[in-house]
């Protein structure tokens, strides 16, 4: 079964650093997403995707972030100068469209940790 | 203000019978509802996914929607240690960005 793939799996970075986080989609799937988890806390959608723009972003999304599709595989989240409080696991989901149903499919995240 | 609610539990059932999971979500736009099952350090699995109001059964588990109530709920028949986990229950609009609640942790005791 096709899967969403993340890496890396794990990224520790200084604080102030910028980190790229990478995915690569579902393969017919056109709509993708970063979620985050902070540790003991609720999934958080940060942003969707469509068409190489951002199709909504939560507030969660601020000018800290970026995303982008280099090619027609990679989909990628930029955090530019981390804080610690970005420390969490980030999700990327794809689905090959909106509406009822289009049900996510997870990669298997990425656990950033900001020292 | 997109919020789903659930217990957080834990909720603790013994192997073979059937764990109830409920959720609330408060957005009457939502118009897509989704269980998904979270072990720890893993990422949410899709277990089922409902549209309309009423039941919908896929294997062991039977997703309830009611959505004059905006109330969502999982059963698991049968349970197994194995569905010991975290279960998260989603919700979304049109737009598709999944609004999830804080879930609620199941333990299967054999």
């Known amino acids: 079964e096709p899967e969403v793939t993340q890496t890396p799996s794990h990224q520790v970075t200084q604080m102030g650093q910028e980190v790229i986080l990478r995915c690569v989609p579902i393969?017919?799937?056109?709509?993708f997403y970063w979620y985050r988890q902070i540790l003991g806390q609720k999934v958080e959608f940060l942003v969707s995707?469509?068409?190489?723009?951002?199709?909504?972003k939560s507030e969660i999304f601020d000018d800290q972030f970026s995303v982008e599709r280099p090619d027609g595989s990679n989909f990628t989240l930029k955090i530019r100068s981390t804080k610690l409080e970005d420390s969490a696991m980030y999700f990327c989901?794809?689905?090959?469209?909106?509406?009822?149903?289009?049900?996510?499919?997870f990669g298997d995240g990425t656990r950033l940790s900001i020292l | 203000q997109k919020e789903v609610e659930q217990n957080s539990g834990p909720l603790s059932v013994p192997e073979g019978a059937i764990a109830s999971l409920n959720c609330t979500y408060s957005d009457r736009g939502s118009q897509s509802f989704f269980w998904y099952r979270q072990y720890s350090g893993k990422s949410p699995e899709l277990i089922m996914s409902i549209y309309s109001n009423g039941d919908k059964e896929d294997g062991r588990f039977t997703a309830q929607l009611n959505k004059a109530s905006q109330y969502v709920s999982l059963l698991i028949r049968d349970s197994q240690p194995s569905d010991s986990a975290t279960y998260l229950c989603a919700a979304s609009t049109g737009a598709n960005n999944l609004f999830f609640g804080t879930g609620t942790r199941l333990t299967v005791i054999p």
């Open positions: 995707f469509y068409n190489n723009e951002i199709s909504e």
């Open positions: 989901a794809s689905t090959d469209g909106t509406g009822r149903s289009q049900p996510q499919h």
């Open positions: 393969s017919n799937h056109l709509y």
